[in-house]
C-alpha cells in the first residue's frame, strides 16, 4: 500500500515570474575561494568521517552526475554533507550547509544538519500519541514536546550504506520496536541519488511489523549562495500552498488550516524570506520567524510545489514532493556557536530548511492526513531537489 501517491497541483506561475531556467555545463574540479561573499565548494576529506560508532563503522560517501555535479553523504544519521551545484557562471557552488568532520557532527549544537529524520519528522505533543487504544510515550526533547524522532533520532544511528553506482547511494536502518518510545519493528530504505538533470532525489520506503507512525525526512541546510555567504534573508520564495498549519507557542499545530492569504505567510507570489519576517504578526512570534508547515496545493509530479532562487549566484532550487506538506524554517535558532566546513560559523538565518513531510503532530490530530502505517502496508514516497540557473 503507498501512504505518499498524492496528486498536487500547478505552480506554473512560479516558472514564469522567476523566468526561463536551464541546465549549464559544470566543472568538474572546484577550488575554495572568497568572491563577493561566494564560497566556492570543494568535497570534503574522508578521513574526516572515519570512525567507530556503536559498534559500526562509519564513512564518507561521494556521488557525481555527467554534469560534475556531485554531494558527499556520510552513513552517520544518513547525513548530507555537501551538495555541490553550478552557478549561473558554471562554478561550483556547495549548497548544502554543513560541518566538516565527523566529530564535528558529534559535538554540535544543532544535531540536524543534513540528517535523515524520523522515526517522525517534526513534533509530537507532549511526546505522546494513541494507537489502538494503547498510549505510547516519548521522549520530550524539545519540551514540552518530542522533535524528529526523540532523544536519539535517525541523525544520530550509523546505517548500513551500499554504494549503487556513482549516482547512488541506499541506506537502510532496522528501528527496533519501542526504540524511541515507537512501537514496530521498522525496516527502512531510503536511496538518495543525484539525476543527469542535476536534482537531488530522495526515496523513502519503509515496512513495519505493527502498527505504527512513520513520517521520514531530510533535514538538509540550504543557501543558494553558498555556505558562509550571509544571510539567506534576500533569497527569492514561492510556495505552492495557499494554507498552512499555524501553531501555539510550544510549535504545535493547533489544529487549523488557515489562508495564507493577507498574512506574512503568503509566498503564493514570489517574495523574499526577509521581507515580512519581522512583522508584528503572532505566528512569526512562536516560530520566531518561519518554522511552520505549509498545506501544498493540488498538484502533481511534474510541477513544483516550492521554488527558491538565490540573490547572489542565481542558483533556482525547485522541489517536487508525493507528500502534502513542506515545513518551511528560516534558520531563527542558529547561534553561530558551530564551525562549519568552510570555517565559518552557523550564524542567525545564514541557512534554510524545506522538509517535505505529513503535518506535525499528526498522530493526535484526526483531520490531518494519516500517518499510520500498518503491517502488510508499504511506507513509499520521494521528494526531488532540482538545481538549475536562470
Known sequence: ?????????????????????????????????MNNSITYGQ???????????????????????????????????????????????????????????????IKSTESYYGGTIGRYGN?????????????????????PNTLHGGKKGYQDVVWDAKKINDQT?????????????????????????????????????????KTTVVNLTNHAYFNLNGEGSGTILNHLVQLNAKRYTPVDSTLI?????????????DFTKPATIGARINDNDDQLKNGKGYDHNFVLNKHDENQPVAIVKGDKTGI????????????FYSGNFMQGKNIMKYGEKDEYRTAFAMETQHYPDSPNQPRF??????????????????????
Open 316 to 327: 533556482i532550487m525547485e522541489i517536487y514532493t508525493e507528500e502534502p506538506g513542506l515545513q
Open 43 to 105: 568535497l570534503p576529506a574522508d578521513s574526516a568521517f572515519e570512525k567507530t560508532i556503536d559498534g559500526k563503522q562509519t564513512h564518507l560517501y561521494l556521488l557525481k552526475n555527467k554534469n560534475g555535479m556531485q554531494a558527499a553523504f556520510t552513513n552517520y544519521g544518513g547525513r548530507i554533507i555537501t551538495l555541490l551545484v553550478p552557478d549561473s557562471s558554471g562554478k561550483m557552488i556547495d549548497v548544502s550547509v554543513g560541518i566538516g568532520s565527523l566529530d564535528g557532527y
Open 123 to 143: 513534533r509530537i505533543a507532549k511526546g505522546h500519541f494513541t494507537l489502538d487504544g494503547k498510549q505510547y510515550s516519548l521522549f520530550t526533547n524539545n519540551k
Open 169 to 209: 547511494l541506499e541506506l537502510t536502518y532496522l528501528s527496533k520496536n519501542m526504540e524511541e518510545g515507537f512501537p514496530g519493528n521498522l525496516h527502512i530504505k531510503v536511496t538518495y541519488s543525484l539525476t543527469d538533470d542535476n536534482a537531488f532525489k530522495c526515496e523513502y520506503e519503509a515496512t513495519t511489523d
Open 1 to 33: 500500500m503507498k501512504l505518499r501517491n498524492l496528486s498536487l497541483g500547478v505552480l506554473s506561475a512560479c516558472i514564469a515570474l522567476l523566468g526561463a531556467c536551464n541546465q549549464s555545463n559544470n566543472k568538474t574540479t572546484t577550488t575554495t575561494t
Open 369 to 390: 492526513p494519516s500517518t499510520v502505517l500498518k503491517p502488510g502496508q508499504t511506507y513509499k514516497t520521494q521528494t526531488i531537489y532540482k538545481f538549475k540557473t536562470r
Open 253 to 265: 499545530p493547533t489544529g487549523r488550516l488557515d489562508a495564507v492569504k493577507g498574512t506574512p505567510f
